[in-house]
């Protein structure tokens, strides 16, 4: 995987490293390396069932891969879980907003969980709501709002520790097209604002066109990695959602 990278001297926020996991007879995970880079937001795309939430669920530390290693912010996860998982911001598939609370509730709880003062809380919330254009809803429940808006409350919610990782798993899941693509341009000006870097799954290729990186996964291994012009270069087709068909179909090995 070497010299498909925006920037070779760059540090990896997030370096896995042949990660197998399986459920019973399942390979679920099958010798799985990627890395992301401080300041890139790399798309994790996939089919359903090819491992995108399995490593997803690894990486957030809900359960232990049987093979390999997974490093953030070059702290291994498995041997030093307390500095890796405070480094890393997730937003997950499905909903978590407490819908009886008001937003500025639900921010105030995470920021508490995360042993934040009440003084710093406030500052960063007020921050991240200003950020989002969602400050004059601070005190509406969160049921009052849009799934767009949830969504970005809990991406809001998830930068509160100030993580160097973010992860996304299909965020834009029941979203609008309108509602995706803000989502989407929010996340690239953040990587970029930030230094962040953010691992995005999805199997949508319109949206992983749009990232610095592509890390093609199927059925648990990774077919191929790169920038989406050297992916559509390297397949010989014209877009990256053939190239994308074509590897997936075919039941291609990986490179
Ligand atoms: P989707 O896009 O549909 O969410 P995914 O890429 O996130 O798919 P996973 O949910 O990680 O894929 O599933 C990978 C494989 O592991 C699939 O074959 C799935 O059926 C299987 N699997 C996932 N979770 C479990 C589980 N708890 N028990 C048994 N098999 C599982």
Do not use: C
Not at 3 to 17: A, S
Not at 62 to 83: K, Q, T, Y
Not at 105 to 113: E, I
Not at 150 to 157: K, T
């Amino acid at each position: 995987m070497t010299g498909e990278r925006n920037g070779g001297d760059r540090d990896p926020v997030l370096d896995v490293r042949d990660v197998s996991k399986s459920y019973g007879a399942i390979r679920a995970l099958d010798g799985v390396s990627l890395r992301v880079d401080n300041g890139e937001m790399v798309a994790l795309l996939g089919p359903n069932g090819a491992g995108k939430t399995t490593l997803f669920q690894l990486l957030s530390g809900l359960f232990v891969a049987d093979a390999g290693s997974i490093l953030i912010e070059g702290h291994d996860i498995r041997h030093n879980a307390v500095p890796a998982l405070a480094a890393i911001g997730i937003v997950f598939q499905q909903p978590t907003l407490d819908l009886d609370m008001t937003i500025a509730g639900n921010l105030r709880f995470h920021a508490r969980l995360h042993g934040l003062g009440r003084r710093l809380a406030r500052q960063r919330i007020d921050e991240e709501l200003a950020r989002v254009g969602l400050t004059e809803r601070r005190a509406d429940a969160a049921r009052q709002l849009s799934g767009g808006n949830r969504r970005r409350i809990e991406l809001a919610r998830a930068l509160l520790p100030r993580p160097r990782l973010l992860l996304m798993d299909e965020p834009t899941v029941g979203l609008d097209p309108a509602s995706r693509a803000d989502l989407l341009d929010h996340i690239l000006r953040l990587r970029a604002d930030r230094h962040l870097g953010v691992l995005w799954a999805t199997h949508l290729v319109d949206e992983a066109e749009r990232a610095d990186r592509v890390v093609i996964l199927d059925r648990g291994r990774v077919l191929r990695s790169g920038t989406p012009a050297a992916l559509v270069e390297g397949s010989a087709t014209a877009t990256l959602s053939d190239a994308f068909l074509r590897l997936t179909a075919t039941g291609a090995t990986p490179a």
